[in-house]
């Protein structure tokens, strides 16, 4: 049984695209690398079109380093690589491999003359490589009229060869938050892809600059942005887009991520009648989303126009009747939902939505020949998936410090994603509903910053959130 499991693993796999594997060499720079580095490996990671490793120290790396990947991305600019290495590095692009070099790493090697005796002294810069210029397409010098930059500011990038797959589809420009690079010398069969005015009004020529474009060395192809000075200019549009689909084009010739950056689906997070620590705010950080400080306030009006997914950590159990509606309204509609901790609580006298939606009940009190439900906080608790599922992807068995509940009302129809053996606990810790209109999960877990900041719990809310947000099939 496990093998076939594996086998069906590695079968869906082989059919999706392989990513392309991406190398970034940095661990030297005049910028931040510290915090680009991790930021780039960010952006073509949630493309979801890489696997990237980072180098922190090229010198050093062989052909055998580089052969395992497509596309190497420079957020460097310091010392020499020595022979083997940069030997290694022409040979890859040279033999048909991409490329990537990004804003500092346009003056690595041999321009730093430019930033005076300060890096002078350093002793990193003292011999140019001539190939790497070449390699580039486009790199600093010192000579007249000097390269630069004028003050950093927003400014638009104007698209200039807007058939090519890199650009094709960000329509005419992109605003920059930046330093302008100015006068870089170019290589002659570079193809600039985008330029912008450098105003001198802000310290610059007064022309239009180059600012990305690729050029062929050898069979590789080359990609090169001027842009990029920190993690604020990265996360510009006139970076980050051109940047990773720069790179895809880089390693493969083609471009297949989108000319937007995808939308995050936008959630509606209901508190009220319970307390709670603020760090369960910290589990939305970069989603979109508004919070709802009552069930009232949440659902006064349709709310199917303006979210995707419900989030409730509210405990209620009373609802107008014009609320009611929104709510049956949009849970009916296809959208998504989340049922976090205490609000399995909630409306525990409204059959429809604890049996049908969410697919269990806390007792708040005996009923029905049924005991309370019962709690316990500060429970240590080893959790384990018992399903194999979107929502537990990439969770193994966790330990964490948390409120248990037992003696809930659990419909036999739930597909259970986790359980603990807690005596403490029924058992069961998340699931989602049988409800074929949307799609609905419940976790239990979560009462307070204990779960909130374990970063198995985020991850699990993070995937209900992004399954919970699919149209149901
Ligand atoms: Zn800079
Ligand atoms: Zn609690």
């Known amino acids: 049984m496990r093998s076939l499991i594996l086998l069906a693993c590695l079968m869906s796999s082989a059919a999706a695209e392989p990513p392309v594997r991406a190398l970034i060499f940095s661990g030297r720079n005049n910028h931040d690398w510290r915090t680009t580095t991790p930021y780039l490996k960010k952006l073509l ?30 957020d460097y600019n310091g010392p020499r690589w020595g022979e083997t290495t940069e030997q ?30 300060r890096h002078r002294r350093t002793g990193l810069f003292e011999k140019p490589w001539p190939a790497y210029s070449r390699m580039v397409g486009g790199h600093w010098s010192a000579e007249e009229p000097k390269s630069g930059h004028g003050q950093r500011h927003v400014f638009p990038v104007k698209f200039v060869d807007r058939q090519h797959p890199i650009v094709a589809g960000l329509g005419e420009t992109l605003l920059a938050s930046d330093e302008l690079y100015h006068n870089m010398r170019m290589e002659p069969d570079v193809h600039v892809l985008a330029t912008a005015y450098d105003a001198p009004e802000r310290g610059g020529t007064g022309r239009d600059e180059p600012l990305l474009w690729t050029v062929r060395f050898g ?19 006139a970076f980050a887009l051109p ?53 009232e306030a949440a ?16 405990l209620e159990q009373d609802l107008s009747e014009n609320a009611r509606k929104n709510l049956r309204e949009f849970v009916e509609g296809g959208r998504g939902l989340v049922v976090l901790h205490h609000a399995i609580a909630d409306y525990t006298a409204w059959p429809w939505w604890y049996r049908e939606v969410v697919g269990g009940k806390y007792l708040l009190k005996a009923e029905e020949g049924l005991p309370a439900s019962t709690y316990k906080h500060d429970q240590e608790l080893i959790v384990r998936p018992v399903a194999q599922h979107p929502v537990v992807a990439g969770i193994g068995e966790f330990h964490l410090v948390d409120e248990t509940y037992k003696g809930m009302w659990i419909s036999p129809a739930v597909q259970v994603l986790l359980k603990t053996d807690h005596p403490t606990s029924d058992g069961p810790v998340a699931w989602i509903s049988p409800y074929t209109k949307s799609r609905v999960v419940f976790i239990q877990l979560g009462h307070d910053h204990a779960a909130h900041q374990h ?19």
């Open 88 to 117: 290694a590095v022409e040979t890859f692009v040279r033999s048909g491999k991409g490329l990537v070099a990004v804003h500092g790493a346009s003056y690595a090697f041999g321009t730093m003359e430019l930033l005076g005796d």
């Open 455 to 473: 970063p198995t719990y985020r991850a699990l809310v993070a995937n209900a959130i992004t399954w919970a947000a699919r149209t149901p099939q």
């Open 45 to 74: 990671l949630d493309s979801g079109r890489f696997d990237v490793r980072v180098e922190e120290e090229p010198a050093g790396a062989s052909a055998r380093t580089l052969a395992a990947y497509d596309v190497l991305v420079l």
């Open 299 to 314: 659902f006064k009006k349709d709310i199917r126009p303006d979210y995707d997914v419900l989030v409730l950590y509210d």
């Open 243 to 295: 940047f990773v689909r720069g790179a895809e084009w880089a390693a493969t010739g083609t471009v297949t991520r989108p000319a937007k950056a995808p939308a995050g689906p936008r959630l509606l997070v209901v508190t009220g009648g319970h307390e709670y620590e603020t760090s369960f705010y910290s589990l939305f950080t970069g989603y979109s989303w508004t919070h709802a400080v009552s069930n």
């Open 219 to 237: 069979e590789g192809r080359v990609f090169q942005t001027a842009l990029g000075h920190d993690v604020a200019a990265m996360t510009e549009p």
